[in-house]
Every structure is written in structure tokens, then in C-alpha cells.
């Protein structure tokens, strides 16, 4: 006998008589083990079959043959008791009703005269002063363009008689004179460009021409494209009854206070980047006809590449955001978060990345965004307030993606939640009427559209400053 059996030898009973005897006695106790069991597979069937909670469970499948893909793969990741229900699309409705416009045709045809340079803007204006290597030349690029003959620009809206034109394009290259004395003649301050500059170029506009007095400038354009936008200048006021084409437009109040961001002064523009616009790297070279990259595929979730990344969550810089961009986003290995990358990497990766993050900086937009929206890189904006370029004839958030600042934390999530035929949506529409914002594209026809809309001249064609007919339907702009 064992010592086993020495201590419970009393109890030799088998299990089967054992279990017997309880099922005749206490056959309560046997729900127990019935309950326990019937629970854990429940449990583990329920883990087999369920999608994780939605925002974490990974990008689904392409199925690109089923039309409602979006609605079945959304309801997948929001599981309800309750099978979706996916009806047949609505009909296409009648071009006047829809939204987007096809910016093909015009919503106006204006003139714009563009005043020649002269020595009385002040000397700059016609000294050979060479390309800044800036970000802010997006007016040097609409001068030329305006001044260009053979562009379609030219050819669309300029006219070389002030008589017959609806709006007057000044020349001022504020920026420019700027960054000349900034950063190649390294003179810190205003560099007296209210003397030198600004005051000469208003006073030969207002004072040797009578078009400005005429409405009081009203129908006159210039072009501020840095974050200050016409605060750089003292003569500021003699500029106000001006259109501004700036790069900053910010629905915040502090900022419409300050006179930076004029909600229904300005055109919002697109800025100049000094990848595209001085290096002129040409998206085109890396990838095909469609967007996708000629070698290898989009294998980076999100990319960022920016100065600062020493910023605190409180600091007003980036509103914060960069804080986490630097302090964990950058742990994740389908990340490309940096300071800085040469152009040939950064061009590279702009070829490999499905998402590029812009998140504000000193101003609400960055001009990240356009290399982006070049390279077909599906945009991520956070920047609250922000206004977009041409929001009125663009549909944005079909091509980007937007963060509110209270959710930056929860980028990461918020990126993967996107379903692989969502993200394929956006960044077709991107590559398809995205890019047309840029500079090198339609930003003329765009900001044409918006001054269409300030001079109340929508579906008019100018035969000369008092008179314009109707515009006929079929009209289309290169
Ligand atoms: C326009 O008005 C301003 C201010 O009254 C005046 O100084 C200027 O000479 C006027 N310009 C012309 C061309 O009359
Ligand atoms: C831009 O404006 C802000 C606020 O008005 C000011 O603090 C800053 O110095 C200005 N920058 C330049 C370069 O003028
Ligand atoms: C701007 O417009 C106002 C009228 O709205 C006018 O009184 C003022 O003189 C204009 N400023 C300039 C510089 O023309």
C-alpha cells in the first residue's frame, strides 16, 4: 500500500461510483462545471469570430470587384447586432447641381491687367535681384505666369489694356525684397522696406494711375505669401482695400484680429516649396500615371520630416503637436518621422508613404502639404480653424485626412481605423483634382474663380469693363 492509499485508503471508492452517487444525491452540483464550460466556448468561439475593438483591428482586405466595399468594411469595424443595410446609389444628378465644380469650365472669364515694373515701384522692383532659396515665392511664380505670353494663363485672363479689365494684378514682390536682405544681404530688422519698397510701389499705383481711386482698390490684387502676411509693413494701410493671395488663412479670431487672416478679404493660395519650386523635383520622374510609385510600393503608414523636435506639449509652436510627433509616433517602424532628409531620400520617401502629416507651425498651414499633394501622399491636417485654398470649388475632405488637435494623440489609431479601399478612395480624388490647387497646375484658374465670386461676375465673360455677357456653357479653359 502506498502512503498514498495509507492516508485515503478510507475513501477506495472508484470516480465512476463516486460521480454516481453524487448524480443521484446532489445532482445540483453537476451545473457547475456545465455552466463553466458552455461560458469558455462562448468565449473563445466569440474570440475566434470577432474584429477587434474597430480603431485598433488592421486595415481589411481589398475587395476592389464589390461596389459597397466602404459601407461593408465600415460596419465591420463598428460591429452592431444588426446586418447594414446597403441600397442602390442615388442617380447621378445634372452638372449645375453638382459639387465639386469641373473647374474645366469657368465659372467667369475676367480680364486682369498687371501693371508693368517701373523705377518708381522703388529700385528692387526692377534691380536683378536673383531667386531666393525661400518657401515664399509662390509670387514670383504667379507674376510669371501672368507675364508669361505663351502660359494659358496669359492667354485666359490678361489683358494689355487697363481700360477693359475687371481686376488690376500689382507686382509687389515684398517677399522677395525680404529674403534678399535677410538671408543673402544677412541685415536683420524691416530693412527699411517701407521707404525703399512698399511706399514707392503704392504710391506709383495710386498716384500715377487713377485705376485704384476708382473703386478704392477694390478690383486691385497683390500677393502676400509669408506668415506675417502685410504686417511687415508700416504702409500696411495704404494696401487694405487690396484682395490679398496669401498662404495663410485661419479662421481664428486672434488671427483675423491682427489683420493676418482675412476671412472674406483674401484668397487663400497654395505656397511655393523649395522642393518642387527650386529643386524642381518633378513627382512624374517616380511615379506612373495613376500615382503609384514606379519601383516598390507605399510601405510607409506616415512620414513627417521638420525642424523642432525638442517642442513641448504646451508650447504654442505646432500648437504641441510636434511634441508627439517626436516623442512616440517616431517609435513606431512604419513611421518616417525626422528633423531633416536630403532631397533624394525625402523624395523617396514621399514615393513609399501613404500618409504625410502637417500639422501646423507658427501659422495653421505648412508647406509640407504640397509636397504631399504632389507625390500623391494622402494628407493629415491638424491645424483647427484652418482655411484650405480654394475651398469653395475643392472638396478637401475627400482627399484628406483631418485631426482635430484634441485627437493628435490618437493619430496612430485614427490612421490605421482607415480601411484600405477608404485611404484608395482619398488618394485617388488626391491624385485626380488634389493636385490641381497646386502653383504648377490650376492655382490661377482657382484664384480666377474666387475673384469671379468677389466681383459678382459669375457666368460672364468681359468684352470690356462695362460689358460683359453671358458666358455659354460650353466653355472650357485648357
Ligand atoms: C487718389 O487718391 C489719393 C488720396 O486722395 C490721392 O493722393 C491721389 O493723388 C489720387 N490719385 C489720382 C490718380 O488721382
Ligand atoms: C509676425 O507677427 C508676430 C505677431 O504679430 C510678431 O511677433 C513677429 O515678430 C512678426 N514677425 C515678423 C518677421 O515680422
Ligand atoms: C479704402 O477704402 C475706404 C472706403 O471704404 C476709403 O475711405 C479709403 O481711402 C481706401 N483706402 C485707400 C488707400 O484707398
Known sequence: MSDYNRFYGKSSTSLPSLIKSYWRTKRYLFLIPAVLSIWSIFLLFSHITSTDDPEFSLEKALHPDTEDDLSTSTMERNPTPY?????????????VYQWPPNIQNPLCLPKIFVYPDSPKMGEFQVAEVPHMGTNYIAEQILLKQLRNKESSVYKNYVTENPEEADFFYIPFLGSKYLADCWFTKGIKGDCDVDKKYAEPMMNHIQRDYHYWNRTFGRDHIMTHPMDNTSNYYKSKARMQNATFLTTVGDKRVAFTVDGRSRRYDDIVIPSATALLNLAFVNPLDYLDADGHPKTGKRDVLALFGGRYNDVKPEDDYSAGVRSLLFNGLDQQPDYQIATSWDNSKYTELLTRTK????????????TRIWEYIAFGVVPVVIADGIIEPFEDDLDWDSFIVRIRRRDAHRMDVILRSISEEEYERKREILWKHGRQVLLDHDAWNLIVR?????????????????????????VTIQ
Do not use: F, M
Not at 500639422?359 to 498651414?365: A, E, S, V
Not at 474666387?450 to 460650353?474: F, P, Q, V
Open 83 to 95: 446586418k447594414a443595410i446597403v441600397l442602390k446609389p442615388l442617380p447621378p444628378q445634372a452638372n
Open 355 to 366: 500618409y504625410g502629416l502637417a500639422p501646423q507651425g507658427y501659422t495653421l498651414d505648412t
Open 450 to 474: 474666387a475673384l469671379c465670386r468677389k466681383g459678382r461676375l459669375e457666368g460672364k465673360r468681359t468684352i470690356d469693363r462695362n460689358h460683359h455677357e453671358l458666358l455659354s456653357g460650353d
